[in-house]
């Protein structure tokens, strides 16, 4: 008998503790469902999360990382994810240039209110996700070619 | 060169007794004549002994963070090296007061694995004559180009000027280099799919034995303690079978000096197995340029690296997925 695996991808969202997480909050307690593939994570501000955080939880397994922080001038800290943007840009466009699907990872920015774009964004980008299917290329392959 | 050698000596010995410094950091004679190697040398006398030649291809500003702390230090600086000079004073980690700058003219330095890759063996000398070297064997002598035999670093030299230094040997000085097709293979890549750039690199990194030379090496790499040195950083540091563990090194070794980065072409050199990981490097200065405007790290000593500043019009991070599908 074949048993079929079915792919069930783990994503790992970063969310930062001011806008985003307060977002997912408010999606759970106005009932907006996203798929439960998706772990938060919750960091001070999105400007805490630096490339090896992102590149561990590939390694660890992660098939998407997606990170999460308030509004580009409504930061908690008023710059911090000025700096996330341009830290992530380079970020992904390495990843890009290593050959990794693009895909993979994410920036959004959801602020407290945004119950709603919390949820279609992980509902979005889980769909996306399944799509590419499993993280091969930047998993932990442990063979050479 | 021979002569600037000669001028370099007798100057750094007068620098020493004269009190201008008690030391001076330059090359010295290394096992075999191709691996001059840094060194320190604290008498007039000693200093007759350093060298000058087309193997001179180390940078010596990261040694003075070590050891320009007390006294005052002479180094010999060529001209890509004073970029690297320039990032290490922005970030504090070495002060200008104890160090004399001496700018070294240069053109261009040899490696010789492109030499033996000619298919010349036994090579037991290789002198300058002019635009050429000569190959000495030890089944007779060969000429080839020096500009066929030039350092990756050197094929692309940005610039023959010092940007830093209290005098120069000789005094005249050189002028940036405005065409060096830097990003040429950068560009080659990109044009590349996805799949052949991943293998591109599969095929590179796995070659990769974690020796940490790149890191050692490069000028902008000076934190206190790595964290890749930090057993608990889930980096096992080492060559393993784990081919992610590779390129997150590699990754993040690039990343940690994107910005910082002056393109001095020692990660590339030092390796041990030819890994070009200068074209890391430079994508990420590519992508500075194109992003936030051209930027050379080094060129001044007071400029805020692009990835410690930014403006409220950056680009969204999704302007790099929707550069199109290739
Ligand atoms: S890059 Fe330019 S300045 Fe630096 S060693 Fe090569 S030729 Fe000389
Ligand atoms: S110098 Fe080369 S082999 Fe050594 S760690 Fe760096 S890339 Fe790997
Ligand atoms: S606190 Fe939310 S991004 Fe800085």
Request: proline fraction near 3%; glycine fraction near 6%.
């Amino acid at each position: 008998m074949q048993v079929e695996k079915q792919f069930k991808p783990k994503i790992v969202a970063f969310c930062c503790n001011w806008c985003s997480y307060a977002g997912a909050d408010l999606a759970g307690s106005s009932r907006l469902s996203y798929p439960a593939d998706v772990k938060i994570i919750r960091v001070p501000c999105s400007c805490r999360v630096n490339p090896l955080f992102i590149l561990r939880a590939f390694e660890r397994g992660a098939d998407g990382v997606i990170l999460c922080g308030c509004h580009p001038g409504d930061c908690h800290y008023s710059t911090g994810n000025y700096y996330t943007r341009r830290r992530m840009t380079m970020l992904f466009s390495m990843l890009d240039y290593l050959g990794v699907e693009k895909g993979r990872t994410r920036v959004e920015w959801v602020s407290a209110a945004e119950g709603v774009k919390f949820s279609t964004v992980m509902n979005n980008f889980v769909a996306k996700i399944y799509e590419l299917g499993e993280n091969v290329k930047l998993g932990d392959l442990r063979c050479k070619k | 060169m021979q002569e600037i050698e000669k001028t370099l000596r007798s100057r750094c010995a007068e620098l020493i007794n004269n009190g201008t410094c008690d030391k001076v950091i330059a090359w010295d004679r290394g096992e075999f004549f191709y691996d001059n190697s840094p060194a320190t040398f604290a008498c007039a006398d000693c200093a007759q002994k350093l060298v000058y030649d087309c193997f001179c291809g180390a940078n010596l500003s990261k040694y003075l963070i070590q050891y320009a702390k007390e006294g005052k230090t002479a180094v010999l600086l060529k001209p890509c090296d004073t970029y690297s000079f320039n990032q290490l004073l922005t970030e504090h980690r070495i002060s200008r007061e104890n160090i004399y700058v001496i700018g070294v003219g240069c053109d261009g330095m040899v490696d010789i694995d492109k030499i033996r890759a000619m298919g010349i063996k036994g090579i037991t000398a290789v002198k300058e004559d002019g635009e050429d070297l000569v190959v000495s064997t030890l089944y007779g002598e060969k000429t080839v180009k020096k500009a066929d035999c030039l350092l990756e670093k050197c094929v692309s030299c940005k610039s023959k000027k010092h940007y830093v230094f209290d005098e120069l040997i000789p005094e005249a000085d050189g002028e940036d280099v405005k065409e060096n097709g830097r990003f040429d293979m950068v560009e080659k890549l990109e044009a590349m799919t996805a799949e052949e750039r991943f293998e591109f690199w599969q095929e590179q990194l796995s070659k990769c034995i974690r020796c940490n030379a790149c890191r050692n090496a490069c000028p902008a790499c000076t934190c206190r303690k790595c964290v890749f040195d930090n057993p608990h950083s889930g980096v096992a540091s080492k060559a393993n079978a784990d081919s992610f563990e590779e390129k997150m090194f590699h990754i993040v070794r690039a990343f940690h000096v994107a910005g910082r980065c002056t393109d001095c072409g020692e990660c590339s050199r030092v390796c041990p197995q030819n890994i070009p990981l200068h074209l890391l490097n430079r994508k990420f200065i590519k992508e500075i340029n194109e992003f936030y405007g051209e930027y050379q790290a080094g060129e001044t000593a007071d400029q805020r690296g692009p990835l410690v500043n930014y403006t409220t019009e950056d680009a969204e991070p999704t302007a790099v997925s929707d550069r199109g599908d290739n």
